[in-house]
């Protein structure tokens, strides 16, 4: 069993003395630092060191805040030590330990999973709640249709496609069109072009 510190701060101009020397002291045998943004995914020195951590090891770090990015993330990362049978502990959050001797640790993750949850839920109620009033007012426009039977670079490749002498793949480079979006377009107005009686292909 090994015990690993990670230390960040969000900054090169930030130093790391006082986390590395509180990791130091509980006992780390292994110290990944690093410096950059907590906001940011890319974080490489928390990759690898999750890379060569196996089972029975101990990930410490000075703060929760070190280390994730929201409860999400710490809830994320929780599941994914545990998978490969790592503990995760914080020095100044004293309640959070994943080791055996603090059980508690497992009944308060629960708790904020929950919360976790129920806040996603009511984000999602938020937003339907919002487009419903927005249709109310006639103002929700739903997503913005790229391609309108106006569209010079759409309706060029409906000609050169009436044409048949080019591959869809020449079409799409030649006008700028999305090859989804020359399918949808092309289905559509076949469709459009059946009901009305034509049944000409395009």
Request: charged share 30%.
């Amino acid at each position: 069993m090994l015990k690993f510190g990670y230390a960040r701060v969000s900054s090169m101009d930030q130093n790391l003395d006082r986390q590395r020397s509180s990791l130091k002291e509980v006992g780390c045998e292994v110290i990944y630092e690093e410096k950059v943004s907590g906001a940011t995914t890319d974080r490489p020195v928390l990759h690898d060191l999750l890379s060569k951590v196996s089972e029975g090891d101990v990930v410490v770090v000075h703060s929760l805040d070190r280390i994730s990015r929201s409860t999400v993330d710490l809830l994320q990362l929780v599941d994914h030590l545990k998978g490969q049978g790592v503990a995760l502990c914080s020095i100044k959050d004293s309640w959070f330990d994943m080791t055996d001797e603090n059980p508690f640790s497992g009944f308060l993750l629960t708790v904020m999973s929950g919360l976790s949850e129920y806040e996603r839920k009511m984000i999602r109620m938020r937003q339907q709640e919002g487009i419903k009033q927005a249709k109310i007012k006639g103002k929700f426009k739903g997503r913005v249709k790229k391609y309108t039977v106006e569209h010079p670079g759409m309706n060029h490749a409906i000609e050169l496609y009436e044409k048949g002498d080019k591959t869809v793949k020449e079409i799409c480079a030649i006008t700028k069109v999305s090859r989804s979006s020359f399918y949808r377009e092309v289905k559509k107005r076949e469709e459009q072009q059946y009901i009305s009686g034509e049944k000409r292909r395009i």
